[in-house]
């Protein structure tokens, strides 16, 4: 991934992890910060919540959340309301509800998928205000999609309320380990996406990038079948297959910003060459092309789905292709089940339908090649959040700098 | 693992990250617990510090630091003293400096490894102020090690001041995934191993225990050749091949404390039948009978040492053997290189030797695997710590609730 997106705070709002200060020392103004961040991020991850809630999930006290709702409303990022009265309510002084400003306060999220390119505004609290798109021609390279993605920001602009407010911006880039000449290393071309971006539509908020498969990842473990849950290996076919790996609620980056390529985790030495110039690599077994292959076809997605449509159909050399892909996508898992040891593996992208497919063969390898105590506790599920869960990953990661310092960012956007 | 280590502070008194309070709330009791946490880690990690450099090290500023080390003066945790006086010193009052009473304060590190058990004292600071052990009768059962290891933390006992401060305890276990039987799983005792050692020793501390390879890699992440560096890949070798992974600073235990079974990572399809049910896991191709096969032997550790000799005098069949197990040894690297993103890899345990004969064999296998982007960056180093990792990782583990909460602990010990 192009710009590292650090291991920092948890992405839920949950009780379990904390922004991270910059230095040890801890002051006053540093647990303010906190705070303000802990009850944004709550609402913009659950939706409107009553002050008491609050106080009760936060373990603050009554009279610390009232001011920090009133800090965060004065700065225009929430709204409190009175809760509307309905007979579930106990007796006594109705709570505050603080809601997030999805209408005003908002990111870019951007992807640059194999086909398309989309642009999307996404308010606090994870809604889709609005969503353009155009096709990306075959081949396009990353640099060449910075000019029609700030096009379709540009044109987003036009229904954009005076008072809102744009707090950052995130690109999710499909198959990063794809230079533009098709080769597969990992492509330096996204390492210059951000900024590229940042300049096509300056003066306004900068841009991250990164890896498909680590912010869909994010997306599903902020708001999807991840929710909740702090060890998840998030797998994302593409051309290629790469890996968004979280462990105790974080997601792992690696040194240099490159984990979760374990689509060139070899698992069969005597196998294909792959474009990395490795032999036998995973997704030369379990990609898109593998399908094709043992189907004996050729084509694109449209190829894979019709694959997929004719082993449903019972069609023996289409559900024997499904077969052996599947397996091998189970012996994968299974490695990287030793490996990391998750409590879910989640299959997205061109996967998800390989694996709904084929999920029996997928699971019968996984029992039969990881240990027993990690594999009894593995669940292997589908992803939640379709072909959006790009976009939304990216909101999450534009909206981070808003949730780890709530007023200073209101205050500079 | 038995007892999962949480991924919770750094371990390198860096100001990097901080120890997690449990709920997002921060108050001012919290701030002085971190902020002495956070003082007394940077002693136990660097040694002597003058209260000027930990001034300059925490950013905190002058008098919260004079503050924080009377507090940890008064617990009996450090010593402060005048500075010697120097040429080097600059004008001035001289700034006390703030030492950890190694004598006094001191955990209890344990192992249970596959030829031998030992047990140690080590003080706050890391020094090891006394180290016993016994000899492991081949096949012993690890809950029958529960009985001498108490022998041997009570003949310690003897010399221990009466003013010492036991502050915890931590055992180190060598090749969890073998059982009592011998099969390969994760051994269920091991489980139980934390509370069997901390009832029969009762009262006193408690134990915690962990897989040798996070353990020993801990102590090279806090003490050794990992230290400072964020993303880390230890190996260690015994029977088996296991790995302590540490991403962003923080140690991976997975969602049960099982992740790092990296030997059971499948390389070779077609290979050996392992233990484990599976077929051409990383340790048939690396560990100790891989080698020993190779070089058509049998035998154990000092079988292995043998053919590494043998190696390095130039016997074809041994060279042979160390640059087979080199190769298979740099094959499964450049998966996890390639899965992680790690900035360094460590060689411990009986890979320590193995990759020190074979070194250039494992890095060719790395560039010819890896992705450029992960492997121009992944260094590759023999462990520094020698057999006392373990203890010395155990020591670490040990003092982590000290160091998360000082005052609270003091008192308690």
Redesign the interface.
Known sequence: MATPV??GPSHTGR????P????????QD??RR??LG?ALRYVHVHGPTSRAELTTR???NRS?IGALAADLAAAGLVTEEAEAPTAARRAGRPSLVVSPRSGRVYAHALSIETDRLRAARIGLGGRILDLREVPRPPGMPVLDAVAPLAGLVRDMGASVPADALAVGGAVAVADT?RDDAGG???GADVDHLGAALGAELAPGPGFVAGDMADIAGLAEHVRGVAAGV??VVHLHGDLGVS?G?I??G?L???????????G???????GLRCG???RGCWETEVGQNALLRHAGRTGDRAGVLEVLRAAAGGEPTARAAVHHVADWLG?GV???V??????LVVFGGALREVYVAGAGVVRRRVD???????RE??HLRAAALGRNAALIGAAELAFEQLLADPLNAAAAG
């Open positions: 650090r291991s009780p379990v992890e904390q991270l200060p910059a230095t040890p020392g801890a002051g540093e647990i906190q705070n802990a936060l373990g603050l610390t380990t597969i290393r990992i702090d060890d890996a790996i462990t105790g974080r792992v980056t690696g040194h240099r910003g490159h984990s979760g390529k374990v060139h985790m070899v698992v069969n030495p005597d990395c110039g490795s012996f299974a490695n990287l030793n490996v990391i040891n998750p409590d039969a090649m990881a240990l027993p105590a990690s506790h593995v």
